[in-house]
């Protein structure tokens, strides 16, 4: 019942460049959210992003969100090494006392210095 | 702060045994959640909570139940361990439905 899927799976770009995964959804949604995993860790929240905005950015991020395609792309420019992670983003579902955040499975970035 | 904690952080388990996760979070948030997380998957919620003394299913309940006797605690409990939850979980706390989560750094769970 996944909601979110990222694409693509794996990403490994050299350091410098910048990185574009994209997360696709099934069903309208209020917001979405991205998320960064280091590898054995939590997740940390990066941006949420609400079905009325278009665009959002934070320091190196910037994300989109097209709601007619019901997808949305996180950019990540000038990598680093530290930007090493998963990524994942998770879209809201369901309303009221049965709210949920559905969460995709990830894009692996890896960045080679 | 604290922000989200868990302990364990690992534990090993037979077949059949019982076990408690505990989830403590000191940021005053109503709501806390439990996850799973498996090799090549999202998150997947286990049960929820929207305030002290409430609780409720997720996407993959069987097996686990949970209480909220405290607002910062969060319990997840395994009454008959089996292999198949095997698999690292998450606990997190939101402000608000709609509002960003935070996680605690996870309890890396085998079942033998």
């Known amino acids: 019942s996944q909601q979110g899927e990222e694409d693509p799976q794996a990403l490994s770009i050299q350091e410098g460049e910048n990185a574009t995964m994209n997360c696709s959804y099934k069903?309208?949604?209020?917001?979405l959210q991205w998320y960064r995993q280091n590898s054995g860790r939590g997740l940390v929240h990066l941006i949420l992003?609400?079905?009325n905005e278009r665009e959002k950015h934070s320091g190196r991020l910037r994300v989109t969100l097209d709601t007619s395609k019901k997808s949305s792309s996180l950019l990540i420019t000038a990598s680093r090494a530290a930007d090493t992670a998963s990524y994942f983003c998770?879209?809201?579902?369901?309303?009221?006392?049965?709210?949920?955040?559905?969460w995709g499975a990830g894009t692996k970035l890896i960045i080679k210095p | 702060n604290a922000g989200v904690t868990q302990t364990p952080k690992f534990r090993v388990l037979k077949t059949g045994q019982s076990m408690t996760l505990l989830c403590a979070q000191d940021?005053?948030?109503?709501?806390m959640y439990w996850y799973r997380q498996d090799p090549g998957m999202g998150l997947r919620l286990i049960h929820y909570s929207v305030g002290e003394g409430t609780t409720a299913k997720g996407e993959v309940p069987d097996g686990y139940n949970v209480s909220r006797l405290k607002k910062q605690n969060f319990l997840l409990g395994l009454e008959s361990a089996a292999p198949s939850q095997t698999s690292v979980y998450f606990c997190?706390?939101?402000?608000?439905?709609?509002?960003?989560?935070?996680f605690g750094p996870g309890t890396r769970l085998t079942v033998l």
């Open positions: 940021m005053n948030h109503e709501y």
């Open positions: 997190a706390s939101s402000y608000s439905i709609q509002n960003e989560q935070f």
């Open positions: 998770a879209t809201d579902w369901g309303m009221d006392s049965n709210y949920q955040l559905i």
């Open positions: 992003i609400r079905s």
């Open positions: 069903t309208s949604i209020n917001n």
